[in-house]
């Protein structure tokens, strides 16, 4: 242990008044020399009735021996005596006490004896006293000066050269201030005349460096009492000094680990607790001190590993903390963060086996020990005098979270089992925040799996937006809530924008979320305008919460939410938007002029109005910005949310500027301090589809209608250079119009669009949508739509202003993986009856190729309930 006080010589504390021991001085017959007011206080007898007289007036020791001279010769040749003893009052009584002899050297090889005689029934509770007494009660070295009044060394023990370093030649005849200069003699000697100024006895304590190892620290505990003679006058000082160092460590390591409950811990970053853990170590009780977590603390992520037997494949471990009294902490060949191998052998395979610290006090690196196994740490063992080790398991029950290693290289003073304690008391501790740190861990890389899954990774806005985003969770820490935005494909080149906001905040309003935007994406893949979609959403709601009671610990239903949703088709460069209680969009022209469009505010999604929602319909200018947004970017508690708005349209005044620099700047606008609710921001800049990518025609109602459909498709997909995708292309246009003109009355409309696929749109007035179902062996209708089906990647139908449209879309660069005609002769012949039906060939013809190919699998067709026929249903 090293002292963080002053490294320059003697530091020295205030006095501690005490409750004196009784003191006396004895020539080497057993004569009384010198007295002191604590003896005249614990045996009656004054200075003047004392001094000059046998020591066996007070200790009937002297007495049991056949002269006082046998008892002087007993103590020189045990270098002194201690024990307890009973002594005798002067009113005649007997006192049990606790009696130690001391052998003092002087001049010339002359011996004198100190006598130090404690009552043990009134032992002080003072602590730095107490070490004192405690000394004096035990057979503790205690190093002992006499001082004559001019404060030169007039007797001494052997002890005291351990305490200071001087030897008892050179303190001899000498003052503390010849024989150890420095500021702390001086402090030293000022103590001494104001013992033999007052005669009141007192305690110092002096921290001083030997010169043997002025790297350690030694702590003195001193007592000063004044020596009288039998007229009462001083004789001189006498100081009992005890090493208190060990006790002084013990008292420190207390403070140290008062001080960890305080520092270890204060966040919840297991790689800051870990330098914590590191920096408390060293230098308190090791040279250099490294904390190595497993790796699934840090990240939260894999499964924890449990202390038992050992397998082949050894935990990984990660440097989390390290610290050195070295600059730059050269002991560690791994930097903080970098993975950390455990060596396959003693000592670490019997911590991973048992849990068990392990101390090395002397470390041992001849051939064949573990050292001489591990290249690596062998090589900075010997570069940097490593000599003593422990290692110490960082665990949480039977879960290990890491390893502690505490070195000492500069200290050559070993690690002993005190040190192991202290070492192990301050790793639990830390493991108690470590282990609540993983849990947080583990608990935030779920919440934050969560959110991934449940938030787009990558907006895809196809041919009709360029789109960015932002996100900021109302706690930062949890990283998780209610919020959530998406580009959703949609048929005919167009995108669905979404923008929700749920009640709450946290895991609960995370999992809301998810509900809601999955209900949401099921809904758009039907194709819904936004009234209609957010009014099927709000009867979602209603319907999830319906029946779920709010128990205790239980993650409670959706419990309100705004949503704005909006549609834009970049072949009209129109924007259908309705809003369920959100504030509106931001909507930037090319020039920046901002608007924000008149929307019907409408109710919140699932408080149980059951209100309609009103929708309303813009033509945007190919470049225009759409910023879609929740109330936590433009409102806060000092600021309402029309000067929130002002700051949003500010900050997108030139909309040319890159989509990520808008957020940045967007996000900015929100003040300082954090968010009282989550801020979520999609931006979208529109883009338009060339009329030359879109060819529309209005056909008949009637038989005609298919042979020009197929007609003017092949021409537009050869003008195209889409020549590959005639014959499929022929196929699904064929089917469509078949169907339009057998179930409706009206006029037929016919669209193709390319763009990141072939889109074939059918137009028609019957308001009733086709479906696929299962056609029998022998019938000679009902597989037309699943021809569609298998020439296309996906198809479905959507509602329009007076009827529907049926689409299907191709991929532009098409796999043409099928099998032979001859290896699938059903498949064949019912392609060719279904291509009879719609008029493609007359009967008898041979099978076109392209009808072969319908045999190849397609994914992503909607709204299929299994191979079958085709009908309309009526």
């Not at 609710?677 to 209608?705: E, F, G, H, I, N």
């Not at 074939?760 to 019938?779: I, K, L, M, S, Y």
Request: charged content about 25%; hydrophobic content about 40%; glycine content about 8%.
């Amino acid at each position: 242990m090293r002292s963080t006080d002053k490294a320059t010589a003697d530091s020295q504390t205030e006095p501690h008044p005490i409750a004196d021991s009784a003191i006396a001085m004895l020539d080497e017959q057993g004569t009384v020399l010198g007295w002191t007011q604590a003896a005249e206080r614990l045996v009656g007898y004054p200075a003047r009735e004392a001094v000059g007289r046998s020591a066996a007036l007070v200790l009937p020791s002297f007495e049991e021996t056949p002269t006082t001279s046998a008892f002087v010769e007993r103590c020189r040749a045990r270098q002194g005596w201690s024990g307890t003893t009973a002594i005798r009052h002067r009113d005649g009584r007997s006192l049990t006490v606790s009696l130690r002899i001391s052998m003092l050297w002087g001049q010339d090889s002359t011996v004198r004896w100190l006598v130090s005689v404690t009552d043990i029934r009134e032992l002080s509770q003072e602590v730095t006293n107490g070490s004192v007494r405690e000394s004096l009660l035990t057979r503790a070295p205690i190093g002992i000066v006499v001082r004559d009044p001019q404060l030169r060394c007039t007797w001494v023990n052997d002890t005291m050269a351990s305490h200071d370093g001087v030897s008892r030649d050179q303190r001899l005849g000498r003052r503390s201030t010849d024989a150890l200069p420095g500021v702390g003699s001086e402090a030293f000697e000022a103590v001494l005349r104001r013992t033999l100024r007052t005669g009141v006895s007192s305690v110092h304590e002096f921290r001083r460096r030997l010169p043997s190892n002025p790297r350690r620290e030694h702590v003195l505990a001193a007592s000063f009492f004044c020596l009288q003679d039998a007229e009462g006058r001083a004789l001189g000082v006498c100081a009992i000094s005890v090493d208190v160092t060990e006790s002084r460590r013990a008292q420190e390591r207390l403070a140290i680990l008062s001080e960890a409950s305080t520092r270890l811990g204060s966040t919840r970053d297991v790689m800051r607790t870990s330098q914590e853990l590191a920096d408390l170590a060293v230098p308190l009780f090791a040279d250099f001190a490294v904390v190595d977590l497993e790796h699934s603390v840090p990240t939260g992520e894999g499964p924890p590993v449990h202390i038992g037997p050992v397998g082949e494949r050894l935990p990984v471990f990660r440097r989390a903390g390290m610290a050195s009294i070295r600059q730059g902490v050269p002991e560690s060949p791994w930097d903080r963060g970098e993975p950390v191998p455990a060596p396959p052998a003693a000592p670490f395979t019997e911590i991973l086996r048992t849990g068990r610290s392990h101390l090395e006090s002397v470390l041992d690196t001849s051939p064949g020990t573990w050292v001489d196994r591990d290249p690596v740490r062998a090589r900075v063992i010997h570069e940097n005098g490593m000599h003593s080790l422990m290692l110490v398991p960082i665990r949480a029950q039977r879960i290990l979270l890491g390893v502690a290693l505490f070195v000492r290289t500069e200290d050559p003073v070993p690690f002993q089992e005190d040190d192991l304690l202290l070492a192990e008391e301050l790793v639990s501790r830390a493991a108690l925040s470590l282990d609540n740190a993983r849990m947080y861990a583990r608990e935030h890389a779920a919440a934050l799996a969560l959110q991934r899954n449940l938030l787009p990774q990558r907006l895809r806005g196809g041919t009709a937006v360029e789109a960015a985003s932002r996100y900021l969770p109302a706690d930062p820490d949890i990283g998780v809530g209610g919020d959530w935005f998406d580009v959703i494909p949609l048929s005919g080149a167009r995108v669905g924008l979404v923008v929700g906001d749920v009640v709450g905040h946290g895991i609960n309003a995370t999992a809301a979320m998810g509900r809601l935007r999955t209900a949401v994406h099921m809904l758009a893949e039907l194709e819904l305008p936004p009234d209609e979609l957010l009014a099927r959403l709000d009867g979602t709601i209603e319907r999830l919460c319906e029946g779920i009671p709010d128990l205790p610990g239980q993650m409670t239903a959706v419990t309100g939410a705004t949503c704005l949703y909006a549609v834009y088709d970049p072949v009209t460069r129109k924007c259908t938007m309705a809003g369920a209680g959100h504030p509106p969009p931001a909507i930037v022209d090319p020039q920046g002029r901002v608007t924000f469009p008149d929307l019907p505010t409408g109710t919140p999604l699932g408080v149980g109005l059951g209100t309609s929602f009103e929708a309303v319909e813009l033509e945007l200018p190919e470049g225009s910005l759409l910023a879609l947004y929740t109330d936590g970017l433009v409102e806060t508690r000092d600021h309402d949310i029309d000067a929130g708005m002002d700051r949003l349209g500010a900050a997108l005044t030139e909309p040319g500027s890159p989509l990520e620099d808008l957020c940045t700047r967007a996000m900015d606008t929100v003040p300082g301090q954090a968010p009282s609710d989550d801020v979520t921001l999609l931006l979208v800049r529109t883009l338009s589809l060339s009329p030359s990518k879109v060819a529309s025609w209005t056909l008949p109602s009637d038989r005609t209608a298919v042979r020009s459909a197929r007609h003017l498709a092949a021409g537009q997909l050869a003008e195209w250079g889409l020549d590959g995708l005639e014959d499929d292309t022929e196929l699904i246009v064929s089917e469509l119009v078949t169907n339009a003109v057998r179930h409706s009355t009206g006029p037929i409309g016919l669209r193709l669009i390319q763009h990141q696929v072939l889109t074939c749109e059918v137009f028609d007035t019957n308001d009733c949508f086709p479906h696929q179902h299962h056609a029998h062996a022998g019938e000679e209708n009902g597989r037309g739509l699943f021809l569609v089906d298998r020439l296309s990647r996906r198809w479905d139908s959507r509602p329009v202003s007076g009827g529907k449209v049926v689409w299907a879309e191709q991929d532009l660069a098409p796999s043409h993986a099928a099998g032979p005609a001859a290896g699938c002769p059903h498949r064949r012949s019912g392609i060719a009856r279904d291509a009879t039906r719609i008029g493609l060939r007359k009967p008898g013809d041979p099978v076109p190729p392209g009808m072969c190919r319908s045999a190849r699998s397609h994914s992503g067709h909607g709204r299929s309930s299994g191979a079958g026929s085709a009908s309309v249903g009526a």
